[in-house]
């Protein structure tokens, strides 16, 4: 079964500090990855997409890694800030045995972040 | 630019009645999803449709249906309604013929309240 992992469930950080959120997944046959963040009880905001085919993206402070081979993907954030405070979900796209993709993603759990002043 | 719309944004029902969410994909994107987003879980894949077929389905309960129709524009009927329905319903939509990496867009959700 293609499963998304996250890891930790939540996160508590000083303002100021740089951070690591992690994403596993258990079937290396994906077509790309996204990192989105949510705000409590609202729509989800696309952070970084991965192709397959990368190794990371980055934009501003976010920087993405993929490694296909151990299924892991690492989002970091630099020099967090309190506006970063949010949850952070990972999703795969998985393909199927023809190696296309019907598109659908597969979240994580998500990782609640909360920075402090 | 141009965002995924989703109507009504909030709806509140009740046990056993109906309800229809409505989704606006991004102009010129041929492929949309439902995703079901419980309080504290991650958002489930329901069905996609890609071209106004159905391309793919997850986890819809059988008092779902959808479509999407002429313009685009999909539909999520709802019946016999639980109070488990209670959940943020989001719509994404993409463009699986086109040579940029992929990428899915969300749209702001619709929050379904069943009392």
């Not at chain 2, 630019?1 to 041929?30: F, M, N, W």
């Amino acid at each position: 079964k293609q499963e998304v992992t996250q890891i930790p469930a939540a996160l508590s950080v000083p303002e100021g500090e740089n951070l690591v959120l992690n994403c596993s997944f258990t079937d290396s046959a994906i077509y790309n990855l996204q990192w989105f963040r949510q705000d409590p009880g609202k729509g989800l905001t696309s952070l970084l997409l991965i192709q397959s085919s990368q190794r990371e993206q980055t934009s501003g402070r976010l920087n993405a890694s993929l490694d296909k081979s151990s299924g892991r993907s690492t989002l970091y954030i630099a020099a967090s800030q309190p506006g970063d405070s949010a949850t952070y979900l990972c999703a795969v796209r998985f393909t199927n045995a023809g190696g296309t993709s019907y598109g659908k993603l597969t979240f994580g759990q998500g990782t609640i972040l909360t920075v402090h002043p | 630019a141009a965002g995924v719309i989703q109507s009504p944004r909030h709806l509140i029902k009740e046990k056993r009645e109906t309800a229809t969410l409505k989704c606006y994909p991004i102009p010129r994107h041929d492929t949309v999803y439902w995703y079901q987003q419980g309080p504290g879980q991650d958002p489930q894949f329901l069905i996609s449709f890609y071209e106004k077929m159905q391309s793919d389905k997850g986890s819809i309960p059988d008092r779902f249906s959808a479509q999407q129709f002429s313009d685009y524009h999909s539909e999520l009927n709802m019946s016999s309604l639980e109070l488990g329905d209670s959940a943020l319903y989001f719509c994404a939509s993409g463009r699986i013929r086109t040579p940029l990496p992929y990428e899915q867009y969300f749209g702001p959700g619709t929050r379904l309240t069943v009392t």
